[in-house]
């Protein structure tokens, strides 16, 4: 398993920017495919954005498209979630997560992820 850490969590105003960091530890980090997901309180966990091992085929859920990035730094161990036009309706405990199998292009379901981070608080006031 992979050992992920979170950071960038805050509250910010409607219209504000964060950007979210999630720290692995394992050197084969670069192998697995990551991702973000969300659980705002009394709602089930979601998918917020993907990449893949090699850095391509980045997906968004659609309420995020245009307002969110989400990108790798291999040499970092880091994945981030770059976070514009923030919504209170982006309220949520944040996660990331690592594919539980490596090289893989394509991941979707939670099911698919194998390690998750502890999380990290994003509040988006209006």
């Known amino acids: 398993q992979v050992q992920l850490v979170e950071s960038g969590g805050g509250l910010v105003q409607a219209g504000g920017s964060l950007r979210l960091s999630c720290a692995a530890s394992?050197?084969?980090?670069?192998?697995?495919?990551m991702g973000w997901f969300r659980q705002a309180p009394g709602k089930e966990r979601e998918l917020v954005a993907t990449?893949?091992?090699?850095?391509?085929?980045?997906y968004y859920t659609d309420s995020v498209k245009g307002r969110f990035t989400i990108s790798r730094d291999n040499a970092k161990n880091t994945v981030y979630l770059q976070m514009n036009g923030l919504k209170p309706e982006d309220t949520a405990v944040y996660y990331c997560?690592?594919?539980?199998?490596?090289?893989?292009?394509?991941?979707?379901?939670?099911?698919?992820?194998?390690?998750w981070g502890q999380g990290t608080q994003v509040t988006v006031s209006s």
């Open positions: 997560a690592a594919d539980s199998v490596t090289f893989r292009n394509y991941v979707r379901d939670l099911s698919d992820f194998g390690s």
């Open positions: 990449i893949s091992w090699s850095g391509d085929n980045p």
């Open positions: 394992k050197r084969a980090f670069s192998s697995y495919a």
